[in-house]
T-cell receptor, first 112, second 113 residues
Framework: DVKVTQSSRYLVKRTGEKVFLECVQD?????MFWYRQDPGLGLRLIYF???????EKGDIPEGYSVSREKKERFSLILESASTNQTSMYLC???????????FGPGTRLTVT | EDQVTQSPEALRLQEGESSSLNCSYT??????LFWYRQDPGKGPEFLFT???AGEEKEKERLKATLTKKESFLHITAPKPEDSATYLC??????????????FGQGTILTVHP
């Protein structure tokens, strides 16, 4: 079974803090993705990575950065958290056999 | 630009009342259409991949079908535990997508006992 883990299920941060969300996979998958999910807006792609140290912007990269130093780990960084970044954050990886994506459990981030 | 529209937004069924969810798509060269189930507060769970028109996949009470313009997720004799949000996504053939999917807004299914 594909296993994707995220560092926290729930996180509360203050405005202006630097926030790190971590995603770890247990297999040799190349493609990793970060999404946010908001009511009425659906899943929106923030960034994705197709190899170590390689990254591409998704549809809403503003206010975020990412890091992928090792193949199994993909981090999402909020440089200076703002209240409009309160959301559910989901990490996903692409399966080895095809393009289906497997998601982690999600991190519910609240910025106050 | 790839687009996915799901309908209805919400569907309420009685236990045992079969129905279908729709996913209409516009894509340049379909490389795959994907169905997911998402329970509240959790990440989406992968259900099916469909690759070409006429293809069908089944899992328990769920059956997914694909035409050149849309996909249906048929739910036969649903149970309350089938209540969830069902998401549809497509992968188009344009450019170097690295597996970047386009998701629909989802259909919220509620099955009453």
């Amino acid at each position: 079974d594909v296993k994707v883990t995220q560092s926290s299920r729930y996180l509360v941060k203050r405005t202006g803090e630097k926030v790190f969300l971590e995603c770890v996979q247990d297999m040799d998958h190349e493609n990793m993705f970060w999404y946010r999910q908001d009511p009425g807006l659906g899943l929106r792609l923030i960034y994705f990575s197709y190899d170590v140290k390689m990254k591409e912007k998704g549809d809403i990269p503003e206010g975020y950065s990412v890091s992928r130093e090792k193949k199994e780990r993909f981090s999402l960084i909020l440089e200076s958290a703002s209240t409009n970044q309160t959301s559910m954050y989901l990490c996903a990886i692409t399966g080895l056999a095809g393009y289906e994506q497997y998601f982690g459990p999600g991190t519910r981030l609240t910025v106050t | 630009e790839d687009q996915v529209t799901q309908s209805p937004e919400a569907l309420r069924l009685q236990e045992g009342e079969s129905s279908s969810l729709n996913c209409s798509y516009t894509v340049s060269g379909l490389r795959g259409l994907f169905w997911y189930r998402q329970d509240p507060g959790k990440g989406p769970e992968f259900l099916f991949t469909l690759y070409s028109a006429g293809e069908e996949k089944e899992k328990e009470r769920l059956k997914a079908t694909l035409t050149k313009k849309e996909s249906f997720l048929h739910i036969t004799a649903p149970k309350p535990e089938d209540s969830a949000t069902y998401l549809c996504a497509v992968l188009g053939g344009g450019g170097t997508s690295y597996g970047k999917l386009t998701f629909g807004q989802g259909t919220i299914l509620t099955v009453h006992p």
